[in-house]
Structure formats: structure tokens, C-alpha cells
């Protein structure tokens, strides 16, 4: 069994226009899939680096264009992404487990793998090195990747935020960090099935909260409410302390783990007009 440690590259929604919106269906779309495969001894035995040409958000967003020096012009030259990812399910061969620097990249793969109607990847085996790295260096906080090369000392030789660098350095960690526990494969699909629908089943319950005074603890009625995607806020007025009071309540995610977070803050009017 090989493991594949990969790293991705993706551009988002930004209005260069009047009229611009973002397609609500895919959040990022991939630019750049840079990946190692590691065999059972973790030895090197493959490259992949590939620039992909989007389709949806063809101008490149300008942080993404600063963070990895990616430009329009040379995705334009990019492969289509069904045949990237076509490509890159073949070097990868039949029995392999996807590693990557924390959840957001394998969620991207996914995501865009389900809107182009590629469905021949395989995510039941995962490996989250930065989950390993944080168990080993007892980290509370996620760490980006470059704190992680330099918690190791890894020699530094090409910029980081580049799809196939990041693959390399994140191969190196994983190198130095992987025990070979079975413990550490995750079959990802299976959780992120499991993951949204516990989302949905919090997001019929965030708007049951109630409201308390910060002050006295008391009950306030709602005079006002709003649902924005995971988060949902409140508004009501303790007569007892005269305190307008704002409640928030959020779907967060800890230890792996979704809950609805509530607090409840005073506030004065032209906090509200903000």
C-alpha cells in the first residue's frame, strides 16, 4: 500500500465585476494538485504536479494570485480538471491512502470531484498529518505547515504555498512524524457523511435557543432573529437591567466533534445598524 501525500491549490469567488457571484455549489476550485507517494517504507517513488485550468472562476482571486504566484495567464494554459484528476487517480495506482496537511484539502478534492462528476477516487482511508503532528507536539491550535518544518527543522529549498512544495515538506513531517499506527487511518468519506449530517441535524436546533441576560441571568424574549448558514443570532431587551442583549449561536467543531456554542452579549443600537 502507497501513500499519497498531497497538496492542493485553489481559487475562489471574488467580484471583479458588477453582477459577479459565486456558484454556491463549489466554494474553491482547484488550480494546482501537487502530490509524493511514499511506498510502505515511506521511500519517494512518485511525482505528480499539475496546474488545472478552471472553468468556473477563471480570473484569479488577487490574494490567491499574492499567496502562490499563480496568475491567470498560466492557468489558462492548465489541463481541464476531469482529465487532471483522471491522471492523477491513475499514478496513483489501486491501493493507496490519501495523506494531507489537515481537512482542507481532501474536502476540496472531494467537493470538486462531485461537481465535475468524477466519482472514482476513493476516500476511505485518510491519514491527517497535522493531526499526528499536533498529538506529538501536544498542540491545542492548529499549526500551519511552515511552523510544522520549522518545529522539525526541515531545510527550507523552495517557497511554500506552492501545490507540490507543500506536498514535499508535508512528506517530509509525515516522514518524521508516522508511527505506522492504524489508528491514525481514518475512512474520511464515511466521517464526512456522518459530519454533515450531524451540521444538519444542529442546524434545526440553533435557532431553538433562548436568550439570557448577561448581568442577571435572566430570561429575554426575542424581538428579532436571523439565520445565516451555521451561525444564528437574536435580539431581545432584559427590562430588568434595561440591556438591549444580542444572542449567537454557532455550529463549532473541537476534537473532532460538532456542537452548537451560545453566548449572549450586550449591545447598544448602533452596534446593531453595523
Not at 490567491?64 to 492523477?88: C, D, H, L, M
Not at 477516487?121 to 506529538?136: D, G
Not at 517557497?159 to 509525515?174: G, L, M, N, R, V
Request: glycine share 6%; hydrophobic share 40%; proline share 3%.
Amino acid at each position: 500500500m502507497d501513500y499519497i501525500v498531497f497538496d492542493l491549490e485553489f481559487n475562489m469567488f471574488f467580484k471583479f465585476n458588477e453582477g459577479d457571484s459565486a456558484n454556491p455549489n463549489l466554494k474553491n476550485e482547484i488550480i494546482q494538485i501537487g502530490a509524493v507517494k511514499l511506498n510502505e517504507k515511506l521511500e519517494t517513488i512518485g511525482k505528480f504536479d499539475l496546474l488545472i485550468r478552471p472553468v468556473i472562476y477563471k480570473r484569479i482571486n488577487p490574494y490567491v494570485k499574492r499567496k502562490t504566484n499563480i496568475n491567470t495567464r498560466r492557468v489558462v494554459q492548465g489541463t481541464p480538471f476531469v482529465k487532471a484528476i483522471e491522471s492523477f487517480n491513475s499514478w496513483m495506482g489501486n491501493d493507496y491512502i490519501l495523506c494531507s496537511w489537515g481537512h482542507d484539502d481532501i474536502l476540496a478534492l472531494r467537493e470538486n470531484c462531485l461537481f465535475f462528476g468524477f466519482d472514482a477516487l476513493v476516500f476511505n482511508k485518510f491519514i491527517n498529518i497535522q493531526q499526528i503532528y499536533m498529538n506529538l507536539k501536544s498542540l491545542t491550535k492548529q499549526p500551519s505547515l511552515e511552523s510544522g518544518v520549522e518545529g522539525l527543522e526541515i531545510t527550507i529549498s523552495s517557497p511554500f504555498h506552492d501545490a507540490f512544495s507543500d506536498a514535499y515538506y508535508t512528506a517530509e513531517i509525515f516522514r518524521r512524524v508516522y508511527d505506522f499506527s492504524e489508528d491514525a487511518i481514518m475512512d474520511w468519506e464515511k466521517v464526512q457523511v456522518e459530519n454533515e449530517l450531524r451540521i444538519e441535524e444542529l442546524k434545526n436546533q440553533i435557532d431553538k435557543a433562548t436568550i439570557c441576560c448577561p448581568e442577571c441571568g435572566g430570561f429575554v424574549p426575542k424581538n428579532g432573529e436571523v439565520t445565516k448558514r451555521k451561525k444564528y443570532f437574536a435580539f431581545g431587551h432584559c427590562v430588568k437591567c434595561n440591556l438591549d442583549i444580542k444572542h449567537i449561536s454557532r455550529i463549532a467543531h473541537d476534537n473532532g466533534e460538532y456542537s452548537i456554542v451560545s453566548n449572549n452579549n450586550i449591545y447598544t443600537i448602533d452596534e446593531m445598524s453595523d
